[in-house]
């Protein structure tokens, strides 16, 4: 078993750079992304982005599987909004944000594409859960959170009460 990752923990700034196009599809990628999935299934999660562990290119890992056993990689991956969608609501909740549930409301038809581990590139149009949570990830390589789509009062309030349990920095 790779060793577990730190996970980034807001308000730390790090979360918020923007991560780099990824152009070398070697080992060492290949480990960042076996590293990720060790370290989303030992804290639960469902995905995680490679900006949350502090590597700031677009790297995303996943599984949505009930029996977690179905890891999906998604390198370099971009969406665009098609036309007839509607805005779909789901509570989301973020390994970088604990204790932090909220109701965030995405469009629900994208047609997201991505390279996989080789540098292949695949396109899809997702249903249902995978095409929120590809919308949570990408906004984590860009350095935005799911604190940004609430009011500022509630977002200070997450800030201070993290602030106060996690004094990494
Ligand atoms: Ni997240």
Same mark, same amino acid.
């Given at each position: =078993?790779?060793?577990?990752? !730190? ?6 700034? @790090? /979360? @918020?750079?923007?991560? %780099? ?9 290949? *480990? /960042?992304?076996?590293? =990720?999935?060790?370290? =989303?299934?030992?804290?639960?999660? &469902?995905? /995680? ?7 700031? &290119?677009?790297?995303?890992? =996943? ?6 056993? %179905? ?11 098609? $036309?007839?969608? *509607?805005?779909?609501?789901?509570? %989301?909740?973020?390994?970088? &944000? ?9 469009? !629900?038809?994208? %047609? ?21 949570? &590809?919308?949570?990830?990408? !906004?984590?390589? $860009? ?12 977002? !200070?309030?997450?800030?201070? *009460? /993290?602030? *106060? ?5």
């Amino acid at each position: =078993m790779a060793k577990k990752l !730190d996970i980034l923990i807001f308000p730390d700034p @790090r /979360l @918020r750079k923007v991560a %780099e196009k990824v152009v070398k599809f070697d080992k060492c990628l290949e *480990k /960042l992304a076996s590293d =990720m999935l060790d370290t =989303m299934y030992e804290a639960n999660g &469902i995905g /995680l982005a490679a900006t949350q562990v502090d590597h700031h &290119i677009r790297l995303i890992v =996943m599984d949505l599987s009930e029996d977690r056993n %179905e890891p999906r990689v998604f390198i370099n991956p971009s969406y665009k909004i098609l $036309e007839g969608y *509607k805005m779909f609501e789901y509570e %989301e909740g973020c390994l970088s &944000i604990p204790g932090f549930n909220e109701v965030i409301a995405r469009p !629900d038809k994208i %047609e997201l594409s991505w390279q996989d581990l080789k540098g292949e590139t695949h396109v899809d149009t997702p249903e249902g859960l995978l095409t929120v949570c &590809i919308q949570h990830e990408i !906004d984590h390589l $860009e350095g935005k959170l799911m604190v940004d789509y609430v009011s500022a009062l509630k977002r !200070d309030r997450v800030r201070s *009460k /993290l602030l *106060k349990e996690f004094k990494r920095y």
